[in-house]
């Protein structure tokens, strides 16, 4: 491309087509963020499970929290080694939109170990996480992840009137369901652009 | 059929498309602009540094890292531009 003068049928398809490129550019990505915070949780999720039930301790429930141990340095990885080369408003409003729920997320467990009755955790972070993953479906206009999602809420409504270690199976097909799978299928659909 | 006057800074290919570029996002480097267009460093550099000038596009120049980035922005006044510009190209296709 150089600097030359345009008639006005090659400008109106220059606009188009920067326009195109720069959609498609930028629509690739966004499946990585799913899996890797997927399959961490859901990993995680077993560990939990096989840990209370072979021992009975609960103490091992302190595992949820490398959860977040492994996710936010591997995260931080990816953005060093990709770094976006252009934002869109709509990158922002999701960015801001998982900042504020993983912070909340972050929370809920650290704010239960305070109370004296029994919080659902579960429940209550699965809700926070489907509201996510249907929120950004809804945004980026990608119907598996709303569907996912709204199957999710049910989901985690579910959880709440299931009791101990059927909580923590429930909670592994809501990670399963949310995130895994739509991360996949997204991510097929990146590589066929 | 009255013609309108093109905007002569936009009538130009590289920096039509990057102000079509930057119209589809909220911010872009140097080198995704250099990847979408194809052109060559130094022909972008100075259709920046023009549409710049004529206050189509903010640009900052900012470190991530080690690596020095440049990043380059739409104003609002090249927002109407461009909106003007795709105006006044209808007016001459018959659209």
Redesign the interface.
């Known amino acids: 491309m150089e600097e030359r003068n345009l008639n006005s049928k090659e400008s109106l398809e220059l606009i188009a087509q920067m326009i195109q490129s720069t959609r498609s550019k930028l629509e690739k990505g966004g499946s990585i963020y799913f899996l890797v915070w997927g399959y961490i949780s859901f990993i995680t999720t077993i560990a939990v499970y096989a840990a209370l039930t072979i021992s009975g301790n609960p103490h091992y429930n302190w595992l949820w929290f490398t959860i977040p141990l492994i996710g936010a340095p591997i995260m931080a990885v990816i953005q060093r080694r990709a770094p976006k080369k252009a934002t869109t408003y709509i990158d922002r409003i999701i960015g801001y939109l998982w900042l504020v729920i993983g912070i909340v997320v972050m929370f809920v467990p650290i704010v239960s170990i305070f109370l004296d009755f029994r919080f659902p955790i579960l429940a209550v972070i699965g809700i926070l996480l489907s509201i996510g993953v249907t929120l950004t479906g809804l945004i980026i206009e990608f119907k598996t992840f709303w569907i996912a999602g709204l199957i999710c809420i049910a989901l985690s409504f579910c959880t709440l009137f299931v009791k101990g270690m059927d909580q923590i199976i429930i909670y592994g097909i809501i990670i399963l369901v949310s995130m895994i799978i739509p991360g996949h299928i997204l991510k097929q659909k990146e590589n066929k652009r | 059929m009255n013609f309108k006057e093109l905007d002569p800074l936009l009538?130009?290919?590289?920096?039509?498309?990057i102000v079509?570029?930057l119209?589809?996002?909220?911010?872009?480097?140097f080198?995704?602009i250099k990847?979408?267009?194809?052109?060559t460093n130094g022909?972008i550099s100075?259709?920046i540094e023009k549409l710049k000038t004529a206050g189509y596009i903010d640009v900052e120049k900012r470190f991530?890292?080690k690596m020095p980035q440049t990043i380059c922005k739409i104003t609002p006044k090249g927002v109407t531009a461009?909106e003007q510009?795709?105006e006044a190209?209808k007016s001459?296709?018959d659209l």
């Open positions: 009538h130009s290919e590289l920096r039509l498309a079509s570029i119209i589809s996002v909220e911010s872009a480097d080198n995704f990847e979408t267009t194809g052109a022909n100075v259709q991530k890292g461009l510009y795709v190209l001459y296709i």
